[in-house]
């Protein structure tokens, strides 16, 4: 049993023994069941202790026994019980009371808690609701309100902001199980079956319908396309209108039903994906076991500018101290107001106290000196996209800083070798790819060089988790992974464009999908300026005219609808004018005459017959385009794991995560599917090389073998020929 019995002083005291985080398996939830009887039965214990091993108490149900059918005493069972004794229970919790954790808490009669503690029913974020009794207790514990808000989002809630909730009925320090035995043989005279009443008869006043109205309104728009939190509202708002145990067993039913959902299975997948990441191999041998990361206690960021101000703001606001520099003090004031008004934001949102705001300004050092970085442990470049620049600051670092400095640059698409070879410390110098706007988006995609050493990737690795980013490591290559395969995605909508549709049809497919933002409106947000030079920067480097008339560029095919909506002035949201037009900066995208005449006189112009082109159409040639990329970027080994890059979608470019992202996806539809699509798309349009299979799609479309095993495959640890 997963659960130790020990009796101090008669007191039973039950300990949840399931490494490393006490999830509630069967065997857990067997051994809580057993325990209870057991101590119920024997005359001389008088009272009940329910904790956890390891400080802390438990994450909830165990997430991988989802997919088996282990039974075994649900959560609600081992809570009926509870609830009936005449001897009192107390969860004595430290760490975290997560899902089925905080619901075996809430079945307790009483609950105790570190000031450190951590409580929430995150099961939405896994696309389930709680469903041991969360739904009908937790309300009932809080209000309507506050278990909506707990529950549809899935946040944590502090110990202390748990007790005025009603969650907590005390905050304790010292020993955990010590409290625990002194706090219930304290209750061991009060008749707690009035106790545990308490919990099953409260009634709700106010307007439910209201209540649910306003609930369902907000995770619709809040969380558009995902069915779980609304299947969280209807039950929170069952606990109020049901009959107790009506509300319990409808609760289990809905449970079970997103239990089964694709939608859930698929966020399951996230999760475990999001923590396999963090197992990172360098192909030089070093890993995220043998690589010890260096401490970061102080930092510089080199560039005031959005990107750079908001790189500046996510390391004072995770308490690294950090000197930001500019070339002039006018680029500097107006980057230090940039980070002002971030930080006034913050506190706008609640995210942090005016205060803390404060504080974490005080750790801000403005400065116009590159000289000032010397002594720092780790700085960030953030300047302009421009090799040359960029090879001209890492010179300088090189020179200035301390030999232990790790020299980061923050490039969206050049070769990390192509800026270390300007140092004489290779080993020291990584790309940090922040994604913009860098303070809000979670992604940082970490990029190695072919010195960089496992010491400074560990070192980065951290540092993304500290700064509450998640980071991915990946190799160099143009673009690394997130641009790379955002290339053939957006090519293919451009494609489309001058075949027949619309910015509006395509976007509108998108987001119809799951995608929050449609390819064109993420264009105009970033300026279409910046696919200009992009492309014009590439004809530069070829030595090769870019011609908005030719319908090939550099032996590809090309669209020149970028070049031409530039030269009419359109730079995207910044002008009002782009893919769309836009009333002011902060409005919505509206649909334009006037580019949709740019368009078809850019058809006529190059004799392209526009045709009527479907939504399956338009979903499959850009996402299919941006998978086999996928698994090319496999099959070169720049990526270990096609989680890796799923990461990278959900978290870069939003994509839902009840979709599993972009692999996920495809292992959805059948590998064998994709790679006929990919090859009929190929036959079709030859001169986009995007369409050219990869190898590695090809062989794993002729097997059936899950996504965990596909990098394997890439990488030679796994020989399909001999399977
Ligand atoms: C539920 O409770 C349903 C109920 O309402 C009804 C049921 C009847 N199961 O994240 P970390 C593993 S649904 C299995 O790196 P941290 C995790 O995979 C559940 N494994 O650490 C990792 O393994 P590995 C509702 C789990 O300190 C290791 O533990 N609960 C579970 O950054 C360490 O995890 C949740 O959704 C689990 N429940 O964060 C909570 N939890 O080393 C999910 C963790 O092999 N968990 N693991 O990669 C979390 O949010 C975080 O893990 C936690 C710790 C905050 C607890």
């Known amino acids: 049993m997963m659960a130790d019995y020990t009796v101090r002083d008669q007191v039973a005291v039950i300990e949840l023994d399931n490494p490393p985080v006490n999830a509630l398996g069967s065997a857990v939830r067997a051994g809580i069941y057993d325990g209870i009887r057991k101590a119920d039965r024997d005359p001389n214990i008088k009272a009940v202790v329910i904790c956890g091993k390891r400080g802390t108490f438990c994450a909830g149900a165990d997430i991988r026994e989802f997919d088996g059918g282990k039974n075994g005493p649900w959560i609600t069972d081992i809570g009926d019980f509870i609830d009936n004794m005449k001897k009192p229970v107390v969860a004595a919790i430290e760490g975290f009371a997560l899902g089925g954790g905080l619901e075996v808490a809430l079945f307790c009669h009483y609950r105790i808690a570190l000031k450190t503690v951590r409580v929430g029913q995150p099961e939405v974020q896994i696309g389930l609701l709680p469903g041991g009794g969360g739904t009908i207790r937790l309300p009932r514990a809080t209000g309507l309100k506050n278990a909506l808000d707990i529950i549809t989002t899935g946040n944590h809630v502090p110990a202390e902001k748990a007790a005025k909730m009603g969650i907590i009925d005390q905050i304790v320090t010292g020993d955990i199980i010590e409290e625990g035995i002194k706090f219930v043989k304290s209750k061991c005279n009060i008749d707690t079956s009035l106790v545990c009443l308490r919990m099953k008869t409260v009634k709700y006043s106010g307007d439910l319908d209201d209540i649910s109205e306003a609930a369902m309104t907000k995770v619709k728009s809040k969380f558009k396309g995902a069915i779980a939190p609304i299947v969280c509202v209807k039950s929170v708002i069952n606990s109020a209108k049901m009959p107790y145990e009506k509300g319990i067993d409808t609760e289990k039913e809905h449970f079970q039903d997103l239990r089964h959902s694709s939608q859930s299975k698929a966020m399951r997948y996230a999760f475990f994906a999001e923590r396999a990441i963090t197992r990172w191999q360098l192909p030089s041998g070093g890993n995220y076991k043998t690589a010890k990361p260096l401490p970061v206690k102080t930092s510089g960021v080199i560039g005031a500018g959005t990107m750079g101000g908001g790189i500046a703001l996510c390391l004072i606001t995770s308490g690294i101290p950090c000197i930001l520099v500019e070339q002039n003090q006018q680029f500097l004031d107006k980057g230090l107001e940039i980070v002002k008004a971030q930080l006034m934001r913050t506190v706008q949102l609640g995210k942090l106290s005016t205060e803390q705001a404060k504080k974490c300004f005080t750790m801000l050092k403005p400065t116009t000196n590159i000289e000032d970085l010397k002594n720092v442990d780790l700085v960030i470049e953030a300047v302009y996209e421009d090799l040359k620049l960029k ?116 976007d509108t497919v998108l987001m119809d999908f799951g995608m929050p933002i449609g390819n064109f409106q ?36 090309n669209c020149g609808l970028i070049e031409k909506l530039y030269e009419a002035g359109r730079m995207g949201k910044k002008n009002g004018k782009g893919w769309y037009k836009y009333e002011s900066l902060n409005g919505k995208p509206i649909v334009d005459p006037e580019v949709t005449m740019l368009i078809e006189e850019h058809c006529r112009s190059l004799g392209i017959e526009r045709r009527n082109i479907g939504s399956q159409e338009i979903l499959e040639r850009m996402q299919y385009a941006m998978i086999n990329e996928g698994f090319k970027i496999l099959e070169e080994g720049l990526c270990t794991m096609a989680e890796e890059i799923d990461v990278i979608w959900i978290y870069g470019f939003s994509w839902p995560k009840y979709m599993g992202g972009p692999m996920y996806y495809a292992s959805q539809i059948g590998l064998k599917k994709i790679y006929e699509k990919v090859c009929y798309y190929h036959k079709t349009f030859p001169y986009s090389m995007h369409w050219v299979p990869s190898s590695l799609l090809a062989k794993l479309s002729q097997i059936d073998l899950p996504l965990s095993e596909w990098g394997d495959v890439a990488q030679g640890r796994k020989l399909v020929n001999k399977l």
């Open 391 to 506: 090879r001209e600051i890492f010179e300088k670092l090189d020179r200035i800083c301390k030999s232990e400095t790790i020299l980061c640059t923050n490039t969206s698409s050049l070769h990390i070798d192509s800026i270390a070879t300007a140092t004489k410390r290779q080993s020291k110098v990584v790309g940090t790819h922040f994604f913009a706007p860098s303070y809000i988006m979670k992604l940082l995609e970490n990029i190695y060089g072919t010195k960089t050493s496992a010491e400074t990737v560990a070192t980065v690795m951290k540092l993304g988790k500290t700064i509450k980013k998640v980071p991915v490591l990946v190799g160099s290559c143009t673009g690394f992974v997130a641009n790379r395969m955002l290339k053939p995605y957006s090519e293919e909508a451009q494609y489309c464009l001058e075949e027949g549709s619309t910015p509006s049809i395509v």
């Open 522 to 557: 993420v264009s105009d947000l970033s300026g279409l300026d910046i696919g200009f030079r992009i492309k014009r920067e590439a004809a530069r480097k070829a030595g090769v005219e870019l011609s908005k008339n030719s319908r090939f560029f550099l032996g590809q095919r």
